[in-house]
């Protein structure tokens, strides 16, 4: 592996990292082989793991620390908090009583005294960005934390947490964790220049496009897959089939799989540091990091861009964050009394 800088942070990344989404009950349930599937990776050199207290309700997190007994110095450990773990109102968000909560909670599951990499899952519109970035400052002066970021936080917000930090002496967010396949080049637009002018380093999620740019979902075809059992609407978008329909020959004309394709598409970018692996097999692991000297010439990326715009979105993943504004109808619409114009 040849390293990257994570941002600023002086931390050395491998640009595959390893997500842990699918290690426990929603993915791999059999713990001796995910823990063989890390193993794997660290020794392939990857060196980054990402995982979160919500993934299989914090057996993910239990996976991970069970693995890196004995390695964890080798390891840039990456966890998250945020996302709801339970019915209990407060057990979610991004407020100081639930991520000193949550952090304590994951350390346990990680079994280790510190995380080298503390993201907000998701934003929460309902928190003052300074009481969370109060919170994490206090983490980090604290040994819990080495460094923290965000994900899926849109660029206004990103800018406001920067300069809320810098006006109030608090540590400012070091990573961000955006979507970004070929399917999904939104953040091209801003995310990801607003991270390159804030020296962040970024950890992009669902390279492969939420599953549809491993080849195994084709037009007019019934998958088998374990992720189609789930009912996800992405797998099923005519729009986002229409893209793979046209990047399955340019995948073959360059000699390679569309796995390939699309991971060497992200880490093209020089705003990327690192791509998230999510493999739920050692199969699935295998197949991707025998891509991992793979160079995108310029012009397989032209004709990629012709196919889908830079900064542009063909469709949505359904697990992709909607801010309140585009979420709730009655942030966009008027009351019907005050829609005329006259």
């Not at 299989?56 to 991970?64: K, N, P």
């Amino acid at each position: 592996m040849r390293y990257r800088g994570l941002g600023k942070t002086g931390i050395k990344v491998s640009p595959y990292a390893l997500g842990a989404m699918m290690f426990g009950a929603i993915g791999n349930p059999d713990h001796d082989d995910c823990v063989r599937i890390i193993h794997r990776a660290l020794d392939a050199g990857i060196n980054l793991i990402d995982t979160a207290d919500m993934y299989a309700r914090g057996e993910s997190e239990e996976i991970v620390g069970r693995a890196l007994k004995g390695r964890r110095a080798d390891v840039v450990l990456a966890t998250k908090a945020g996302n709801p773990m339970g019915d209990e109102p407060n057990h979610q968000g991004a407020s100081r009583r639930w991520l000193v909560r949550a952090l304590e909670d994951s350390l346990r599951r990680l079994d280790t005294d510190y995380v080298d990499v503390y993201q907000i899952h998701r934003p929460d519109p309902g928190t003052d960005i300074e009481e969370t970035l109060g919170t994490l400052t206090d983490l980090q002066r604290a040994g819990k934390i080495r460094t923290f970021g965000t994900s899926a936080m849109p660029a206004s917000e990103l800018v406001r947490a920067h300069w809320v930090a810098e006006r109030r002496g608090l540590a400012r967010p070091r990573t961000e964790q955006p979507v970004y396949s070929i399917l999904n080049r939104g953040i091209e637009r801003e995310v990801l220049p607003v991270a390159q002018e804030f020296g962040m380093g970024t950890l992009v999620w669902s390279p492969l496009g939420g599953g549809l740019l491993t080849g195994r979902y084709r037009k007019g075809r019934q998958p088998s897959t374990h992720r189609s059992q789930y009912g996800f609407q992405h797998l099923k978008d005519d729009r986002r089939l229409d893209v793979v329909e046209r990047l399955v020959p340019l995948a073959e004309e360059a000699g390679m799989p569309l796995t390939h394709l699309a991971m060497g598409f992200v880490l093209a970018h020089p705003g990327v540091t690192s791509a998230l692996l999510g493999p739920r097999t050692m199969a699935h692991l295998d197949d991707l990091l025998a891509g991992s000297e793979v160079t995108l010439s310029d012009d397989v990326l032209d004709r990629i861009d012709a196919i889908v715009p830079p900064g542009t979105d063909t469709g949505t993943l359904d697990m992709a964050y909607q801010p309140p504004a585009v979420r709730q109808p009655e942030l966009r619409r008027r009351p019907p009394v005050d829609r005329a114009a006259a």
